[in-house]
């Protein structure tokens, strides 16, 4: 292979290799506000509280909600009277401490 090629090659693997699969987003109306994550990690903040995907573990204001799975769906959303945090479109308890 010739040495002017290997510029090339680099440019065409460097963006696959930075590709990144997360989203977050944060939706606020009147009856409720909604936080969602996609992917592996994230960060979100919701009417105050913070919830982060880590590491395949899901926390509420640092406040373990268990493991996920390796790619999750995370939703969080906070009504005028209940706060629920959902992974794969199942709601989710905060984990039991050891």
């Keep these: 292979m010739k040495l002017t090629y290997l510029p090339l090659l680099a440019a065409l693997c460097v963006p696959a290799c930075y590709a990144s699969t997360e989203t977050?987003?944060?939706k606020?109306?009147?009856t409720q506000s909604v936080g969602k994550i996609q992917?592996?990690?994230g960060v979100i903040t919701v009417n105050g509280d913070k919830v982060e995907l880590l590491n395949r573990v899901v926390y509420v204001n640092g406040v373990?909600?268990?493991p996920v799975p390796k790619v999750a769906d995370i939703k969080y959303v906070v009504t005028k009277k209940d706060?629920?945090?959902y992974v794969d479109g199942?709601?989710?308890q905060a984990a039991s401490k050891p």
């Design 83 to 85: 706060k629920t945090l």
């Design 39 to 41: 992917g592996s990690s």
């Design 90 to 92: 199942k709601p989710r």
């Design 28 to 30: 606020i109306d009147d």
């Design 24 to 26: 977050t987003s944060v």
């Design 64 to 66: 373990s909600y268990g």
